[in-house]
C-alpha cells in the first residue's frame, strides 16, 4: 500500500496503536528512496513556523530572508500528527496539495518527489486533535500496521527483525526515477468500464444514508491513480476491476463520516470501513 501511494504520489496516513512499527517503517521508505528526508515530531506546542520556515531579517543587508522549514524535503514524517493543535496541522494543506508553502505573501516551490508519511494514533487515544476532512481528504490512502503474526514477532525478539535491520537497508530509487515512474502510472491505460465502476462506487457513498460525507471528487481521483499504480506495481499496463475493489477501503475510508444519528457501536472509523466494504460487495462488478 505504501508503494502505490508513493508511484501514485500521494501522501499516506499510518494510524494504529503505539507500538506497531508506524515510525519504522517511515523509515524504510525514506532509506530505500534515495531522496531528502526530514522527521518532525508534532506536539501540542508546535507552532507553524517550525514546520514551514520563518522570515527572518538581516541587518546586514537590511532585508528580510526566508530560512526554510523541514517541510522543504523529499520525504516528510509528520510523527503523530494528531497529537498537534489545529492550527499547525493546517500548515501542512496547500504544501499537500499544491506542493508549495506560502509565508508573508511569498510562495516557494517544494522539492519534487514530495511525499508526506503521516503517523497517528487512533483518534479516541488521550491527547490527541482529530484531523478536520479538508486535511484528511489530502491522504491519498490511510493504512494500518496491525499485529504481527507470531512468527514476525518472535524474529523481532530474536534480533532478526525490526528497527535495528534499518543500518543494513540501500537506496534503491533516486528522486528522477521516482518522478519517471510516477509518470508512467498515468500513462497505465483504464477501460471506460473501470471507470464506470470507479464512478460506482464512489457516488454509492454519497448517496449512503448513514452517511453525512461521501467522496469527494479528490477522492475519486486518489482511487483512479492508485489502482493505475497497482497496475504498474504487478507488471500491468492496464487496470482490471479487482485493482480498484481491493483500494476501495483504504482510499476512501478516512474520506467519509458518519452521521451523528450513528450509534456507538464501535469506533467510527471501523464503521465506517465496514459501510464501504458492504458496498463493495454490493456494486456489480464489470466483467
Avoid: W
Wanted: net charge negative.
Amino acid at each position: 500500500m505504501a508503494l502505490i501511494a508513493i508511484l501514485a504520489d500521494g501522501h499516506i496516513l499510518i494510524e494504529d496503536v503505539p507500538g506497531v512499527g508506524k515510525t519504522t517503517l517511515a523509515h524504510a521508505i525514506a532509506r530505500v528512496l534515495d531522496c531528502r528526508f526530514q522527521r518532525i515530531q508534532f506536539t501540542s506546542d508546535l507552532p507553524p513556523s517550525d514546520v514551514l520556515g520563518i522570515s527572518m531579517y538581516r541587518q546586514s543587508i537590511e532585508t528580510f530572508e526566508f530560512k526554510p522549514g523541514p517541510i522543504f524535503t523529499n520525504v516528510l514524517l509528520a510523527d503523530e500528527i494528531n497529537r498537534t493543535t489545529p492550527k499547525t496541522q493546517s500548515a501542512l494543506l496547500e504544501a499537500m496539495n499544491e506542493r508549495q508553502v506560502t509565508v508573508d505573501n511569498d510562495t516557494h516551490r517544494l522539492p519534487s518527489p514530495f511525499l508526506v508519511i503521516a503517523t497517528q494514533n487512533p483518534a479516541e487515544h488521550h491527547g490527541t486533535y482529530p484531523l478536520p476532512e479538508s486535511q484528511l481528504d489530502r491522504f491519498l490512502l490511510r493504512i494500518r500496521m496491525g499485529y504481527p503474526e507470531a512468527a514476525d514477532e518472535r524474529a523481532i525478539l530474536r534480533g532478526e527483525a525490526g528497527a535495528d535491520q534499518l543500518g543494513n537497508l540501500e537506496p534503491l530509487l533516486t528522486a528522477d526515477e521516482v518522478i519517471e515512474l510516477q509518470q508512467r502510472v498515468r500513462e497505465v491505460e483504464v477501460d471506460a468500464s473501470v471507470i464506470d465502476y470507479e464512478l460506482a462506487l464512489v457516488q454509492a457513498t454519497r448517496t449512503h444514508e448513514a452517511l453525512e460525507l461521501g467522496v469527494s471528487p479528490r477522492g475519486s481521483l486518489a482511487l483512479h491513480r492508485a489502482a493505475q499504480a497497482r497496475a504498474l506495481l504487478e507488471g500491468r499496463d492496464y487496470c482490471i476491476p479487482d485493482d480498484v475493489k481491493r483500494l476501495f477501503v483504504p482510499v476512501c475510508s478516512h474520506r467519509i463520516a458518519l452521521h451523528a444519528r450513528m450509534g456507538s457501536a464501535g469506533p467510527r472509523s471501523q464503521q465506517a470501513e465496514a459501510i464501504l466494504q458492504d458496498l463493495r460487495e454490493t456494486i456489480p462488478v464489470p466483467e
